[in-house]
């Protein structure tokens, strides 16, 4: 059986607008979200997954696209907001690059997992430079923000490589991109260990080790403990520079 489309995650037509998308979201992440339904974690992350493509119009043209290329019998469950049956196709946009015409359906999908990867990565970025500048004698939180985008940049880089980690880790789909930027981090903090190792870490790094550990940390929350020691555990690179 296929799996459910993006468009199906959210119980909307492939030709639903903006506002349509947002409301559908904004409903199911209210019945959905942990803290109201013990057990809709996993839906929590599809709705969220889903959510991350159909509301950026670029990604959302690149998922069409490959929702097109897949067999008639197998979008049978599409259905658009005006009446049941199979949905037809949505009429071709005319704002779709050339180039777009010759992406893959992984490639559109290893798209995704970086869109994940990325944001996961700076949430936990955001969170760790507000926790480190809380502390006693913390540096301002500036400082830390200023890094966040060099870490996300180096986590959602080698996507597929990342990923092809996680799944040998053990990673569930829905953990996947999860998993796959815990992989990314560990990656960067060994690149600051070997850095260390030669006395070559610059203050700026000096300051993104400071952040590793406890990125990994707020990541690691999001999968089950097996998965987080399969994928090598905490870096503890405050120990190791």
Same mark, same amino acid.
């Given at each position: 059986? /296929? ?7 959210? @119980?909307? %037509? ?20 942990? $803290?109201?339904? @013990? ?28 929702? $097109? ?11 658009? /907001? ?5 949905? %037809? ?5 005319? $704002? ?10 992984? &490639? ?51 996507? /597929? ?34 850095? %260390? ?7 700026? &790094? &000096? ?35």
């Amino acid at each position: 059986m /296929q799996p459910a489309t993006l468009y199906e995650q959210l @119980g909307v %037509a492939v030709d639903a607008d903006a506002a349509t998308l947002r409301r559908a979201y904004r409903l199911l992440a209210k019945r959905f979200h942990p $803290d109201r339904c @013990g057990d809709g974690g996993a839906r929590m992350v599809a709705l969220n997954e889903a959510w991350e493509v159909l509301s950026d119009p670029g990604r959302r043209r690149a998922y069409d696209l490959t929702i $097109d290329s897949r067999p008639a019998h197998s979008r049978a469950g599409t259905t658009r /907001q005006n009446g049941p049956g199979p949905a %037809a196709a949505p009429p071709p946009r005319p $704002d779709v690059a050339d180039s777009s015409l010759h992406l893959t359906r992984k &490639e559109a999908w290893l798209g995704g997992v970086r869109v994940q990867m990325a944001r996961l990565t700076a949430e936990a970025g955001r969170s760790t430079a507000l926790a480190l500048a809380l502390r006693r004698r913390g540096r301002p939180r500036a400082v830390y923000d200023a890094q966040i985008d060099t870490i996300v940049a180096f986590v959602a880089d080698r996507v /597929q490589e990342r990923t092809r980690v996680a799944r040998l880790a053990g990673a569930a789909p829905l953990d996947l991109g999860l998993a796959a930027a815990m992989v990314g981090l560990r990656a960067f903090a060994l690149r600051l260990v070997r850095r %260390a190792a030669i006395g070559q870490l610059s203050e700026s &790094e &000096e300051v993104q080790a400071e952040m590793v550990d406890r990125m990994w940390d707020t990541l690691a929350h999001g999968v089950p403990h097996e998965l987080a020691l399969a994928l090598g555990g905490s870096p503890h690179l405050g120990r190791r520079t």
